[in-house]
């Protein structure tokens, strides 16, 4: 298998995290949420009412985030973005890193040409996907100090290359925890409907992973899963 694009590139220099605590088959048939309590999961996450259900199927993914507090905020307008994730202002400056809060902001509806799509009638498959990445951002963010996270946002904001190596990070943790061919269906939705607005497909095509590149890790993880 070859490794030709810059996104590999930077793929392949990023160890991909596992949960020591969790054993089961990664697969779509057999999920994270049959051995986790998802009623203990969501008592410090605020979810809207609307994307509830997909939002504790993304998380079951996810049980070291049990004691994270995460707020999912249904906004209007998120600029150049339909989800983001990022800790809260204050809890980033006066908590400590174990007791940070993190917000993830998600568009109340998607641009599709001169219609709005409410977000919780997008396929579940493909939010499924979308959620699991956002908190991909989260478990990348758990670790970092307070230091380390501004330089993290000023990076962002200035780097197409940081971003890049940004987003496959937050895929690798979505893939380890066993969302990998859930991001594949979300890129495939994005990337295939020429309706969404095309600035925002294009940011998606030259900065994140293909949906191809993503079934390369997805195959690794799978192989090193049978070993």
């Known amino acids: 298998m070859q490794y030709e ?3 590999m590139e930077a793929v392949m220099a990023i160890p991909m995290s596992k949960s020591d ?6 697969s779509d048939e057999i999920k994270k949420a049959d051995t986790v309590d998802v009623e203990k999961l969501a008592e410090n996450k605020v979810i809207p009412e609307e994307i509830k259900e997909v939002t504790l199927r993304a998380l079951a993914h996810y049980p070291e985030l049990e004691d994270v ?3 999912f905020e ?7 973005n339909v989800m983001q994730a990022q800790p809260k202002f204050g809890s980033l ?3 400590s890193k174990a007791n940070r809060k993190y917000r993830i902001k998600i568009s109340r509806q998607l641009e599709l040409d001169d219609e709005w799509l409410p977000i919780e009638e997008v396929p579940d498959n493909v939010l499924l ?7 991909g951002h989260v478990m990348d963010y758990i670790d970092r ?18 971003v890049t190596k940004a987003e496959i990070t937050a895929d690798s943790h979505a893939i380890a925890s066993g969302l990998g061919n859930y991001l594949v269906d979300t890129k495939n939705f994005i990337l295939s ?10 940011k998606i095509r030259e900065l994140y992973m293909s949906p191809g590149e993503i079934m390369t890790l997805v195959e690794v993880e799978e192989e090193e899963d049978d070993t």
């Open 129 to 135: 996907g979308w959620i699991g990445h956002e908190l």
């Open 5 to 7: 694009t810059p996104v």
């Open 21 to 26: 605590t969790v054993e089961i088959k990664k």
């Open 74 to 80: 249904l906004l209007d307008n998120i600029k150049g």
């Open 145 to 162: 100090s307070r230091f380390g996270m501004i330089v993290f946002g000023v990076r962002y904001v200035t780097s197409n290359n940081f």
């Open 93 to 95: 400056l006066f908590n």
């Open 69 to 71: 507090e995460i707020h």
């Open 193 to 202: 409907n020429d309706r969404l607005p095309e600035d925002y497909r294009n």
